[in-house]
């Protein structure tokens, strides 16, 4: 059963709203159900305990006060000074008479809005007095004057806020707030040194499919991750035990191969030449020499750069180097490039890429134009798109225009297959090359058409 549609938006709105680190993500996954829990125990606190508590007190002080102020009504003006004493030494309520007098109401902003004691104090009051009053929380900040509105003038009455508080108030916001501060720092710590390991196990794997010797990891954190970095670190004593064992075959059967071919060569070389068969002579070396060149071109593809490391190096200056050596031949080339750029390459395969897509150029073309540049990391799709689009954000990006007759769109994708040539002279492998050694830097290759009426090819390396 498939989802409602109406559940599509909602579902992408929650997912952007959603940290996308892994340590974020871990430590909301703790933290908001601690929130949660104390959200629920301050409600039921605030609810119940804070509630009953705060009315209790409000009617305790709303009782005294009506009881002080039938008291003050019942006695004659001359006989109220032992009120006063006795309700300072036993009540804890200091009282003052003011005769003659009327309460000035005045609209207060509420002194403590996030409890209910204001509340609970008027209510108690209005209950118990059924007259006039006025409770000020702002005038006195260790006492509460209440003013009560009575026939011949107005009687004021101070009470101490302690009366109407309790420190467990403080004590259980503090235990909140203290617990939640000291969950979150012990779990932001303790999640960071464990995406720490899973960060330096991407990295690795990262450099490591970008041809750069990491090492072996170190392994830590969790036991998943330490499972991980074991993992990894016996996938590159494999790969590496791999490419060694292929360039020792390669090297065998480039000896294998070659010493028949160069018996060739001196037979051939050797044979008496006379009119008759000079020509056919002249198309056997031709042959030898074709594939002398296919197995060098084979082992150099096939070898795939493994043993060069990445070092930092300048790529407009191996650009410049490759159109220079063009230009010894021949050929017409233009550059437009930047001072430098450096970044981590293999210097000597990426030399071999930019060679090799110049020399198809340059045997199709008269004219050659190459661009350097930095451009976003929007990625070109493929083996190429970069998965830590937020660590890296820019490509090198090389392409190498001509204007010669270009290749249909439908088959631009069949040039980079092994052994297949459009040129009687090519071995084919001339891009196949050039594909793998870009695609071991992390970056990806594709042909266009050019500006110049011929072939693009746009090469994009991370930086």
């Known amino acids: ?47 119940a305990h804070l509630d009953v508590v705060s009315r209790r007190l409000a009617g305790g002080v709303a ?30 309520l200091a009282l003052a008479y003011e005769a003659d007098a009327r309460i000035q109401f005045i609209s207060r902003p509420a002194s403590l809005p996030l409890l209910p004691l204001e509340e609970d104090l008027n ?12 409770t000020d929380w702002q005038s006195d900040p260790r006492s509460i004057i209440i003013r009560v509105q ?44 464990q995406v720490r390991a899973i960060r330096r196990l991407a990295a690795a794997a990262e450099a490591f499919g970008l041809g750069r010797d990491v090492g072996p990891m170190k392994p830590e954190g969790a036991s998943e991750v330490r499972q991980a970095a074991q993992a990894f670190n016996r996938m590159q004593e494999r790969i590496r035990r791999f490419v060694g064992q292929r360039t020792e075959m390669l090297a065998g059967i480039s000896h294998d191969l070659r010493t028949p071919l160069t018996r060739m060569r001196l037979a051939l070389a050797m044979l008496p030449r006379d009119a008759d068969t000079e020509e056919d002579l002249a198309a056997l070396n031709q042959d030898v020499e074709e594939m002398e060149r296919m197995t060098a071109a084979y082992l150099t593809f096939a070898r795939g750069e493994g043993v060069e490391q990445s070092r930092p190096a300048d790529l407009v200056e191996l650009v410049q180097d490759v159109a220079a050596n063009a230009r010894r031949t021949g050929a ?46 929007t990625g070109l799709g493929g083996p190429g798109s970069d998965p830590r ?10 392409t190498v225009d ?24 090519g071995t084919g492998l001339g891009l196949a090359i050039a594909r793998d050694i870009v695609r071991a830097h992390g970056g990806e290759i594709v042909l266009e058409a050019s500006p110049l009426g011929g072939l693009r090819a746009r090469v994009r390396l991370p930086v």
């Open 1 to 47: 059963m498939t989802a409602p549609e109406g559940g599509k938006p909602l579902s992408r709105a929650l997912r952007a709203l959603l940290p996308r680190g892994l340590l974020a993500r871990s430590v909301l996954i703790i933290l908001v159900p601690m929130l949660i829990l104390q959200a629920v125990a301050l409600q039921l606190f605030y609810g």
């Open 63 to 92: 009782g005294d006060v009506a009881m002080l102020v039938e008291l003050v009504r019942r006695e004659e003006p001359e006989n109220r000074a032992w009120i006063f004493r006795e309700s300072a030494w036993r009540l804890d």
């Open 123 to 134: 209510n108690a009051l209005r209950e118990r007095l059924r007259l006039p009053f006025d």
């Open 150 to 193: 009575l026939p011949d003038g107005v009687l004021h009455v101070e009470a101490p806020r302690k009366r109407l508080f309790t420190s467990t108030l403080y004590l259980f916001v503090i235990w909140l707030v203290g617990s939640a501060l000291l969950l979150s720092g012990i779990a932001i710590l303790f999640m960071k040194n």
């Open 332 to 377: 017409q080339v233009e550059v437009a490039a930047p001072e430098s750029l450096a970044m981590p390459l293999r210097a000597d395969a990426v030399r071999r890429c930019l060679g090799n897509l110049v020399d198809n150029a340059r045997r199709h073309a008269q004219r050659i134009a190459v661009g350097v540049r930095t451009v976003p990391r």
């Open 389 to 398: 689009g937020e660590q890296q954000s820019l490509w090198a990006e090389v």
């Open 402 to 425: 001509d204007d010669g007759p270009g290749i249909p769109a439908a088959e631009r994708e069949d040039a980079f297959r092994p052994f297949h040539s459009g040129s009687p002279d």
